[in-house]
Each structure stands twice: as structure tokens, then as C-alpha cells.
């Protein structure tokens, strides 16, 4: 049996990426409107995207639809959101902040009592929660005894493959690639001590990707720190424009390294994909977190295992002065992520899954209490409330003109 799955928000890529590559099962991803940078870093196709920035229009057109399929899987909180007020059985996929500061949890300031409660109905009503890596299956597993442990990653080979061909940028001496974010949670302090302790002559291009959410309190606090760690940066890091998604592999190959994060000490979308190209990639790995790939404990083969400057230097110098280094590091990472992130593999243990919770729920219709009617029914009344509480920054997000036509009843 081919199952039909209903997807709903892909902040993460992984189901666009399961839509692309699964062979056993039909995926149609539903996103939500996206604009500037996020059109710019996924470049993704045959996806639908709602036509409405209202909770309720969204709410209605899953209703219209949800007949046709078998399954639902929702990348939290907007997709479960949209989900549960549409009384469907769905399945939550959690990646990064979504559950590690999940917005019941009772240090989230901002949210309240209300909305605590109603997401962690959210939470309580999945039929089953997924997560990869200890860093966000242990949070989950706190919240759902029954939690999914899912390390594999998708990674597109289309895009990211050691056999297409590299792009032509200026570059006049060994050249490292910093294709994540700008920011202290990718531990670029870390990465600026570490240049300066560094021996070796290299140049460092880092892509202008920087924070956006300027809705909450924390964002002047680092919005500082960036501005401070950009005053401070060294001569050898040069600053690029924002790369095209079906580009950035392209780039991985034209490049001689890859810098990763040094904060979390786990590998991301960039790591993994930069590997696939066979360019070593340089990312602080805990060897605490191990990966659990088939039921066997996996610590990744990225350097440096400590995120203190002086061990990234070290490694830093080594992949620049010597050649049988860096291959012998690229090629063990080539080997790791094949086992992580090859999508004819991810793509089965997707499937082992969703047959297990196909088999146990059977239809895509919640049973639903007199209770959650009521919340359901109050949510979507008191929605306009939160429309004109976030009217000015979505109108400096969309444009006055685009915005009005995504909000129209």
C-alpha cells in the first residue's frame, strides 16, 4: 500500500525533501507564505503554499482536503497548530528551538497561561512525536514517554554531490566557506578567537545571513553582538551575499574547506550537505552526542571534539597545511554522512514508521472533546486580536499591499 501523506510547514526541509525522494509513499506539502530570505536560502518547487495568513483560511482549506489522504505529519508549532484546529490525527516532527524552549514551557515568556495550555494540547494530542539526536529527542521525550528517536537527516545528492561543478569566485589563497548564519548560537566568538590564534594564511567568506526576528526582547540583546563581532572581525574573513540554495553546492566545491558551527556540538543542514560535496568541514563535535543509526552509537568524524579556540585553530592550520589531512577528514565524513543522510535510507525509515502509525490510528479524523471544541472555536474567534497585535511587522515584512491580500476574509 502507497500511503498518502499530508504535510503541513517545512521550516526544516526534511519533508520537502522526503516529497522529493520517497519512493513508497505520496507526499503534498502544504507551506506557509514565504518572503525574502527564506524563499532565498530553500528554492523549493511543487510545493503548495497557503493563500492566507489567516489561522482560519488555513484551517479551511485542510478541512476541504484531508479526506484524500491517509496521514498527517506537521513541523511544530504552526503545522500541529493548523492541524489540531482542524481535527485531524497528525504526527509533530521537532527540530531545534520548537521543543528545547517549546512555547508551554513555563520559562517561555511570551506566551500566556491561554496560549500555554492550548499548545501543550497540541503536544498531547500528536499521535506520535519524532525527533533526531539527543538534542532534541531528550527534550521531547521529557514532554512524550512514547517519543520516536530518528537520527537520519535528509540531504539532497541532486544539489550537494562531489561531481558538480564548482562555481568561479574570486579567491587568492586557501579559502575557507561559512555558509550558516551569522551568530553567536553558531559560535562564530568562538571562530573569531580562533583565526587570531591561527599560523597558517587563509581567507574565511562568510555568507550575510543574520537573525530577523526583531519581535522579541533577546534580538536587540544579540543584534548588538553581532554588530560587535563584525567591528571585531579579522582580516581574513570577507564578507559574501546570501547564496542561492541550488547554488550552494556549487560553491561547497569551489571552496578548499568548510567552516561549521561551534556552539551545540552537533552537525546542521550545512555540515551534512558540505560533506556530501567531499570538502572537509570543520564543526565542533561532542563526543557525547552520538548519533544512533540501526541501533548502533555513531559519533560523528567532524573536528574539532572541543570548541575551545585554540583546538579549532590547531585543526584550522592543519587543514591548511596539509593535504592527506584534509582529504582523509573529508572522506570520513563522506563515509558518516552517507549513513546519516542517504535518502533511499531515510526515506525507509520514514516509511517503517508511518506504517506503524497508520496501522494504530487508521483514519485521519480526531476523536475530539466538547473541550477542545471550545478552545478550538475561541482560537479561531480571538484570531484578529493577534492579526492587529503583529499588523505593523508583517506589513514591514510583506508590504502594505500584499499583506491586506493575505489577511482578506
Known sequence: MKLKILAIGDSTSNIYLMKKFARNMEVHLIDFPKKGVDKTTTGKDGIEYFDSLLISKQVEKIKKIKDSYDLCIAVPWAGARIAYLAGINYIMYFVGGDITNPPFAKENKNYNFFEKNFYKKILDNAIACIAPMDEYYIPLKKYRKDAIRLDRIFVDTELFNENIQPIEFKKEKFTFLSAQRFGLEKGMDKIWKAIELCKSDFELLQVKWFIEDTTTEEFDELSSINKKLIDEKSDRVRFIPLIKRDELGRYF?????????????????????????????????????????????????????????????????????????????????????????????????????????????????????????????????????YIKKFREKNISTWGKEEYDRLIRD
Do not use: H
Not at 320 to 326: D, L, M, N, W
Open 253 to 385: 566545491v569551489g571552496a578548499d574547506a568548510v567552516m561549521g558551527q561551534m556552539r551545540a556540538g552537533v552537525q546542521g543542514g550545512i555540515e551534512r550537505e558540505a560533506a556530501f560535496c567531499k570538502k572537509p568541514v570543520i564543526c565542533y563535535t561532542d563526543p557525547k552526542k552520538p548519533n544512533i543509526i540501526d541501533g548502533e552509537e555513531i559519533i560523528p568524524p567532524f573536528l574539532p571534539k572541543s570548541n575551545e579556540p585554540q583546538e579549532i585553530a590547531d585543526i584550522i592550520d592543519k587543514i591548511v597545511e596539509s593535504k592527506q589531512f584534509r582529504d582523509d577528514l573529508a572522506q570520513k565524513e563522506y563515509e558518516y554522512v552517507k549513513k546519516i543522510s542517504y535518502p533511499e535510507l531515510v526515506s525507509k525509515d520514514w516509511e517503517n514508521i508511518f506504517v506503524k502509525v497508520f496501522e494504530k490510528s487508521k483514519t485521519l479524523d480526531r476523536k475530539i472533546s466538547i473541550l477542545d471544541r471550545l478552545m478550538s472555536f475561541i482560537i479561531l474567534k480571538i484570531e484578529k486580536i
